[in-house]
């Protein structure tokens, strides 16, 4: 009981069997995003790309990147972590998670590692992508790197949370579609909240997105619409509330144990 | 003999409102084939899933192998095993890597040749690369079963195992069970077969209405309460039981063709040679006469009933 990780071999099976189903479908869940990432380059990169001016000094197609790489971030890590857990829920096969000496902590390490490492890896991916279509320059690669990590862990959190909470595929897709979405879009991944009217601008900064893809986009261009600690402060606070709720839901069982 | 499973004043009330168990009591032995029989909705999944840790107990303990299954949950389910009622597997998964995966979520390292035998013995080897989702359901039934093993649990726990399988893979699971009794597994299991139960079981628990209303040794409870019936087949058929008999409790059946007299199994004195003596005397004659004990299931049935008529 000492021990924080008592079960190693608990945890390795379930990120295992999270790994092998994405790699059951590596190549959907490749050519997706990058396909989506490239119609984006190619529509605002280069077609839009070209008439607009540059970005606190950067190109356009290149200024996006960053909020791309982001919004495959939230939605992978959110949808993958949240399917992670919801389905085993569907099927029945949750008895055995449940019946198992596994801890709440390894379970979710488990499950969260693993659908951070897939939007890890997309995001690699798409950054690689990018690569090809526009000139990047990094200015701060490990901070860039820990941002990628850290984001998509913190999504995941909020996924399994989702998943956690789901009856339903719809309510699945609900967070993702209805909240996501949107926030993503307003929250400057085509755009610096510094082009935006005042009203505008202050409106944006409630919405959270604004301060991760600040941050991640500074990582590149070193230049931040918000202030970095915020962003940071932002990011932080998130993640403890998921880590919060998820302590929750395994003290109390919610939605997992009758 | 050494208690492996102990439940003390278990209970559950549902989020609903629902009691499924009145306090339960019940130790299970080391090593024996336990057989908890009841009717549909008594309670029976609900104690098991509270045992392994699906549901959450409203109160009581239990101490499985002397680990309590709340404060020290690990040691706890690393000795118990689970085939639940409902069939759920991993459609693309192959045999094998679901199998694999188990005893590692159960906290062993690899043991391949530990998954093999267990593959072997439950005949599902040769389809262990096959995707879940090919099988047939007796096929899935099996992997379930090889899942619960795949981590040597010293306790197993079936959830009526052979509900909607034929005849051949009920035998192999009977067989199944008794090489795991011999290696000193403890099986508790569920069944609406009765036969099975009688077939297999060292000890029988029945539960109705989520309480525990007996806990006896097969045989001790088939020789306690089961009756024995004496049929006569009459040559000419009678249209009521003469006054003379009235010592005996008799029965006409079969159109006055058949008398039926039912006694204590275990009586010393059957009351049947004086009923013979006494036909006799009447002139009653017989063309045969045959008796017939009663099965496990005619008492689950008398045991479950009466208790319905006492408690309505
Ligand atoms: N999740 C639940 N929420 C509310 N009530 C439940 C739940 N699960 C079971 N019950 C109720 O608890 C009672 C006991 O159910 P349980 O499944 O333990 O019975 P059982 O003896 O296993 O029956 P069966 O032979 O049909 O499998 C039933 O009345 C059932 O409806
Ligand atoms: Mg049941």
Redesign the pocket.
Known sequence: MSALIANPYGLWAIYRFEMARFLRTVWQSLLTPVISTSLYFVVFGAAIGSRMSEMHGVPYGAFIVPGLIMLTLFTESLSNASFGIYFPKFTGTIYELLSAPVSPLEAVLAYVGAAATKSVVLGLVILATASVFVPLHIAHPFAMLGLLIFTAATFSLFGFIVGVWAKGFEQLQVIPMLIMTPLTFLGGVFYSIDMLSPAWRTFSLFNPVVYLISAFRWSFYDHADVNLAVSLGFLLGFFAVCAAVVTLIFRTGYRLK? | MSTILSIKNLSKT???G?T?LKPINLDIRQGEIFALL??????????I?IVCGI?TPSGGSVLADGHDIVRDYRAARMKIGLVP?ELATDSFESVLATVRFSRGLFGRKPDEAHIERVLRDLSLWEKRNDRIMTLSGGMKRRVMIAKALAHEPRILFL??PTAGVDVELRRDMWALVRRLREQGVTVIL?T?YIEEAEEMADRVGV?RK?ELIVVEEKDALMRKLGKKQLTIQLKDALTEIPATLGAWPLELASAGSELIYRFDAKAEDTGIPPLLRQLHELGIAYKDLNTQESSLEDIFVSLVSTRTEAAA
């Open positions: 009758n | 549902y989020a609903s629902l499924a009841g009717p549909n909705g008594a309670g029976k999944t609900t104690l899933s549901v009622q959830d009526e569920t609406h539960i989520g």
